[in-house]
């Protein structure tokens, strides 16, 4: 689930055409290690506000409508 919707932004960040420097940096803010705790826990709204914070605040965010209804369709999970 967590490397899907990263997989998704990583095209979001690749595409704005930075240095590979600034991509390293901005991959490592981005994976924060309490993003398995908010899927596991149903705070996908902390997770958009982290990716928004990351990414700014057009950052796509479907993915993550995605990933929760899967996550719950799999987990059935009533969040």
């Given amino acids: 689930m967590l ?3 990263l997989g998704t932004l990583r095209d979001t960040v690749l595409v704005e055409g930075r240095p590979h420097s600034e991509n390293k940096a901005v991959f490592a803010r981005l994976a924060d290690p309490e993003m398995a705790a908010w899927i596991k826990d149903g705070l996908w709204h902390k997770l958009a506000g982290h990716i928004q914070e990351v990414l700014g605040p057009d950052a796509p965010l479907a993915c993550l409508e995605r990933a929760r209804q899967t996550y719950e369709q799999s ?3 009533a969040r």
């Fill in 3 to 5: 490397v899907e919707i």
């Fill in 75 to 77: 987990s059935g999970a």
